[in-house]
């Protein structure tokens, strides 16, 4: 069933499969002229960059590397990435072969080979991205997505071995979930020190810093997710644990809320934080972090304090609201549908939440590419095709839990007993624009519940086919099994899957989990996970400035129609209203049996009041989760509605209005007053008269202007006041608030400040604009005189402008916003490709990405993902 045709990936697409996925040769210096490689072209420990190219010379171990845009590159062999793969098709021979390699006969294994590749081929099945980076090729690396360690010991020995297992699984390429629940809060009593404990949060953070550390097959760092229960003490500290910089950095927060919570919530009842009583002799060994058990054993608890259900309500809906986080998991309602509910419940998911897991529970995941399943002679989706690679598939994940190897024996002893697998899709949102169907409209919710059902109908029905011929997972019981919420659901819509069940068993205790799929997802070039399109127009810099690209569907279609619009049924992420994208995603976790990936994206006028209807509407309509993220939302950390155009001229208004009455926000005149308090100490007189000679003091008025200049990190406003006439101060507003690009930009704004007041101002604006004219980074912006290389060298262009135009008298009004025009096609196209839509671009900036440096880190589907080398915190 194998084919000649060659698969060419290109561009990004390229990268990510050759960085990612494809086969690696532990010993580049195998490398030879005609090889295609990835060369490293930015040899910087923080952030390297990488670009494919081939070998076109070698002499010893220097290599000249042509790279796919025509440049050379001289290199030593050991900076090479090497791939014994080369193409998709070497890879679906791997994979096909690997997971067909534990069938019990060689006939078995011929025939599953075959199909397997059958449904490899072109893409129809996406391995998940430890599947298609270790099957075959390694026996150290895990094929497994998801872990959930079981909630740490309450003690130092117990969160140090928790933190030794998290490493040891990440190392291996897993993300993983940790529910704090079960350490006491802070400042509870601990026996054994004659002290007090500092509380599961800053454990948590403890958790963040390694995940932090840990570089994953040196493409990616560690994934963490850390959840805590509605019930903890610490909890309204575990909420706002991220507004308070460099605590928890590197982990996704979510808090699992019970149904007896929401009831508080929405009926105004009191809630108590309670703990269990540490005083008793077996607490260590029997405390586990599941205060039911706790409570049913007659055991005791401690009182904390009450408080109201919706000030904790309120606090996690305005912490969402300002930063995306915390999520929010309903997790006794998760568990109540979940299949395991008899035997292994539910503790924490993993770091996008797509599955729920027990203590020392695994998943594998893959995706459906439903791109590839659309009828275009009949308009219509491809049943029979959708059919048989959903029944290939479950048997493909099935085995791969045997084709795996374990590092913990605790992880092969939960997931031999459960078989817990997870099919998903891509590419939804480009098979609706093929059927016309407007994502989140009522018709499309329909067609969901239809989609969705079938896959699940059908994946079910293959698991139980399995069941018959190698036997049930050991930890099912018929009739608990076919009681969770999920299969009263499932058996009263297919009673034929119900059937097939009790007359041969299920091989798998959970099916269907829709991952995010970011990475698989960019590099097979579809719509990602169950999202629309995040936009259709983009820019991707290059060397030559922006470059106008489409999304291909959406290119097809305005070639085939020059002149007009997109129609309706091109939708994107922010063209939907927020309840369109919880209903879609309630209709599809009707199908889900573990969870969903899913962003609620809002504009940037969502109200906290918007956002709190937002998420009681997901627990109404029986999502297991729930995040948000709104527009620009971290842009500040004061509340705003807004919308972000107004907010962003605002904000630059506002700033030299603020800079003219008192020159700083009360953080940075705060900082320049302890620094003049701060530089004379320790000094003689004469050197403190000397000084202060030197130093300009800062009176209480200045005036001045600010400069809107386009950067490679979105745009810029400058204010620069005077003093005297001359430049004295500077504040910078780049980037959002928590971002490294917002923190470097208020450092440098900082820095000139001090370095305008101190000496000769003269001499010190020509020599700042010296020095910072020029620098460049890792992109840049515009063309000729317009061309900004960087924020430093915007700053110089903003006050080579500034004194130009000439000093103000500091009695004149100072003009609100003097603006440097970078080309508008320019300014669009930072726009657009910062989220925007074709139907409203916006300015969003951009953060670094910790994997190859640029300025491309967005926020799409909840996580942190690379535009330029796909790069995603979650996947």
Not at 1 to 18: A, C, D, N, P, Y
Not at 477 to 501: H, N, R
Not at 798 to 818: F, I, K, M, R, S
Request: with cysteine.
């Amino acid at each position: 069933m194998k084919t000649v045709q060659k698969h060419r990936l290109e561009g990004l697409s390229e990268k990510i499969f050759l960085d990612r996925y494809a086969w690696k040769n532990p010993d580049p210096s195998h490398a030879k002229v005609g090889d295609v490689v990835l060369v490293l072209t930015k040899d910087d420990p923080k952030f390297p960059t990488k670009e494919v190219g081939e070998i076109v010379a070698r002499e010893g171990r220097t290599v000249t590397v042509k790279t796919r845009s025509g440049e050379l590159v001289e290199s030593d062999v050991e900076k090479l990435t090497l791939n014994i793969e080369k193409t998709p098709e070497e890879m679906w021979d791997r994979l096909a072969t690997a997971m067909a390699s534990v069938e019990a006969t060689p006939e078995l294994q011929q025939e599953w080979e075959e199909k397997f590749r059958h449904i490899l081929y072109d893409w129809k099945l996406v391995p998940g991205g430890r599947i298609a980076a270790g099957a075959g090729a390694s026996e150290e690396l895990t094929l497994f997505n998801c872990y959930v360690i079981p909630s740490p010991k309450d003690s130092r020995g117990g969160i140090m071995e928790t933190l030794s297992e998290m490493t040891e699984i990440m190392a291996r390429g897993g993300g993983v979930g940790i529910n704090l629940s079960s350490l006491r809060p802070r400042r509870a009593v601990v026996k054994g020190v004659n002290g007090s404990s500092s509380g599961a949060v800053s454990w948590g953070g403890l958790f963040s810093y390694t995940t932090g550390l840990i570089e994953q097959g040196g493409s990616r760092r560690g994934a963490l997710m850390l959840m805590l229960n509605d019930w903890h003490p610490d909890v309204l500290d575990f909420i706002t644990v991220k507004q308070t910089m460099g605590q928890v950095t590197n982990a996704n927060l979510s808090v699992c809320v019970s149904n007896a919570f929401m009831k508080a919530v929405k009926e105004d009842l009191d809630w108590d934080l309670v703990f269990p009583d540490t005083t008793y002799e077996d607490y260590n060994e029997v405390w586990d972090g599941d205060l039911a058990k706790w409570q049913a054993a007659g055991r005791k608890v401690v009182h904390y304090r009450t408080v109201k259900a919706r000030e904790i309500w309120h606090t996690i809906i305005e912490s969402a609201w300002k930063s995306a986080e915390p999520g929010v998991v309903f997790m006794e309602y998760y568990n109540q549908m979940s299949n395991s509910w008899y035997f292994n419940p539910i503790i924490c998911t993993n770091p996008c939440g797509e599955q729920g897991l027990p203590g020392w529970g695994v998943c594998n995941l893959s995706a459906m590419n439903l791109s590839k399943f659309y009828d275009e002679e009949n308009h219509d989706v491809a049943w029979e095709d959708l059919a048989t690679t959903t029944r290939f598939s479950v048997r493909f994940l099935d085995n791969v839990i045997s084709k795996t190897p374990y590092h913990f024996e605790e992880n092969e002893k939960n997931q031999k007993k459960e078989r817990r697998v997870g099919l998903g899709t891509m590419g939804l949102a480009e098979l609706m624009i093929k059927l016309n169907i407007r994502y989140g409209s009522p018709e499309s919710l329909e067609f969901l519940d239809k989609l969705y059902g079938f896959i699940a109908k059908e994946a079910y029905l293959a698991s139980a086919d399995i069941a018959a011929e190698k036997g049930s997972f050991p930890a099912f019981e018929t009739d608990k099994y076919l009681q969770s919420g999920f299969m009263k659901v499932m058996t009263e819509v297919y009673p034929e899957v119900g059937e097939a069940i009790r007359e041969k068993g299920i091989r798998n205790v959970t099916i269907i989990t829709q991952a995010p799929t970011g990475s698989t997802g960019t590099m097979v070039g579809t719509s990602t996970g169950i999202e629309p399109y995040f936009a259709f127009k983009y820019y991707r810099q290059s060397r030559l400035g922006f470059d106008e690209q489409f999304v291909p569907i959406a290119k097809d279609w305005m070639d085939t129609h020059p002149g007009e619009e997109l129609p309706d049924y091109f939708v994107t992420a922010m063209d939907l209203s927020a309840e369109d994208h919880i209903r879609a995603q309630a209709a599809i976790q009707r199908w889900v049996d573990s969870s969903i990936s899913k962003t609620a994206n809002c504009p940037s006028d969502f109200t906290v009041e918007e956002t709190k209807r937002l998420y009681e509407l997901a627990f109404d309509l029986g999502c297991k989760g729930v995040t948000i993220y709104r527009d620009g939302s971290r842009d500040t950390q004061v509340l705003q509605t807004e919308k972000k155009e107004d907010k962003t001229e605002a904000k630059a208004a506002e700033t030299t209005e603020t800079a003219s009455e008192s020159g700083a926000s009360a953080d940075e005149q705060a900082a320049l007053n302890g620094l003049d308090q701060s530089l004379p100490v320790n000094v003689s007189p004469e050197q403190k008269k000397v000084f202060d000679n030197k130093y300009k003091r800062r009176p209480q008025v200045l005036h001045g202007a600010t400069y809107k200049i386009n950067t490679p990190f979105g745009m810029a406003y400058i204010t620069i006041n005077d003093l005297h006439g001359i430049p004295a101060e500077i504040f910078l507003n780049v980037g959002k608030a928590g971002s490294d690009v917002f923190a470097m930009a208020e450092a440098l704004g900082r820095v000139c400040s001090l370095f305008l007041r101190y000496g000769d101002h003269g001499e010190k604006v020509e020599l700042l604009i010296k020095h910072l004219k020029g620098i460049g980074g890792s992109g840049a912006i515009g063309f000729g005189p317009n061309r900004v290389e960087s924020i430093a060298d915007a700053v110089a262009k903003a006050l080579e402008t500034h004194v130009q135009n000439g000093p103000y008298d500091d009695h004149d009004p100072a003009p609100v916003a003097a603006t440097i025009a970078h080309h508008d096609d320019h300014t669009a196209a930072a726009e657009s490709h910062n989220g925007g839509s074709h139907s409203h671009a916006h300015v969003t900036s951009r953060d670094l990405c910790p994997s190859c440096g640029s300025a491309s880190l967005l926020n799409v589907e909840g996580c942190k993902t690379c535009s330029n080398c796909g790069y995603s915190k979650c996947s």
